[in-house]
């Protein structure tokens, strides 16, 4: 019966992964789930220093998340100001996008947020289009590296949790 538990369970995990992709603190969620396994089932054997191990790297995900915009913008040449508009538009355009295509519009509106939110300011404090957009675009591109370096770092993540969660 625990390993039918365990199969669920780790299914779960992989589900509440996919949220990465909605800019959703979905490792973050997965480690609060594995804190409620580990104390349903007390003879898990994954400690403290397991959990510390899951929040550095959680933290680190989200670190890498937030400077890769912040670098792809500054890469590209954009200001200090655009890549703060950057991370703006990005959530913004993630909450705006959260109600279409299931879901899924949550990543094309973090995306088509990051641009236009480094656009707006970039052209606001009188840029010319071509600087605007090419700093935009870097913005973009940056927010796309944060996606994937974070997704990567949850799974990693899930990997060490398999075999402290599977029976056996």
Do not use: D, H
């Not at 997965?30 to 790297?57: C, D, Q, R, S, T």
């Not at 993630?94 to 949550?106: D, E, H, I, K, R």
């Amino acid at each position: 019966m625990l390993e039918i538990l365990s199969g669920f369970f780790l299914l779960l995990l992989f589900l509440i992964w996919a949220l990465n992709f909605f800019s959703l603190p979905a490792n973050w969620i997965n480690i609060g789930l594995l804190a409620l396994w580990k104390w349903a089932y007390p003879e898990m054997p994954g400690g403290w220093w397991f959990f510390i191990g899951l929040i550095a790297l959680a933290g680190v995900a989200e670190l890498i998340e937030f400077l890769s915009q912040m670098f792809g913008s500054r890469r590209y040449g954009g200001s200090n100001r655009g890549s703060w508009g950057a991370l703006i538009g990005a959530i913004a355009g993630a909450v705006l996008g959260a109600p279409f295509f299931l879901g899924l519009g949550s990543i094309l509106g973090a995306l088509i947020g990051a641009f236009a939110g480094s656009l707006g300011v970039e052209l606001a404090a009188g840029r010319s289009w071509a600087e605007a957009i090419r700093a935009s675009k870097g913005a973009m591109l940056g927010k796309v590296l944060g996606f994937v370096a974070k997704a990567a770092l949850g799974m990693v993540m899930i990997t060490w949790s398999i075999p402290r969660v599977w029976p056996g």
